[in-house]
């Protein structure tokens, strides 16, 4: 079982940033490829951002591409996110999850562990 605590979200103006985090309990960290999630009012849940479990391989929604930033600390048992030129759109509650498996890593299914979920509200 592993057990996700994100933290780091809160209110910001559009083109401001924030750095999310996500601690990890449980069995080895390094055994599980993590993603990062997100679901605002009305609609689905979107993948944002997803890392393999050394870090060596990282993937991007077209619509976060060139401002957010997924890295890992692996002797910390931490995923992050770092959100810049933050927009409106991007008002959502983020979660980070965690898989065994890289195949369709966009998929939410794909995985078996989650947080609880951090707000994000960009204010224009």
């Not at 103006?13 to 601690?23: D, K, Q, Y």
């Not at 957010?68 to 810049?84: A, E, G, M």
């Not at 030129?85 to 078996?112: F, H, I, M």
């Amino acid at each position: 079982q592993v057990q996700l605590v994100e933290s780091g979200g809160g209110l910001v103006r559009a083109g401001g940033s924030l750095r999310l985090s996500c601690a990890a309990s449980g069995p080895t960290f390094s055994d599980f490829h993590m993603g990062w999630f997100r679901h605002a009012p009305g609609k689905e849940r979107e993948f944002v951002a997803a890392i393999y479990r050394s870090g060596s391989g990282t993937a991007y929604a077209d619509s976060v591409k060139g401002r957010f930033t997924i890295s890992r600390d692996n002797t910390k048992n931490t995923v992050y996110l770092q959100t810049n030129s933050l927009k409106p759109e991007d008002s959502a509650v983020y979660y980070c999850a965690a898989t065994t498996s890289w195949g369709s890593y966009r998929a939410y299914s794909q995985y078996n562990y989650w947080g609880q979920g951090t707000q994000v509200t960009v204010s224009s």
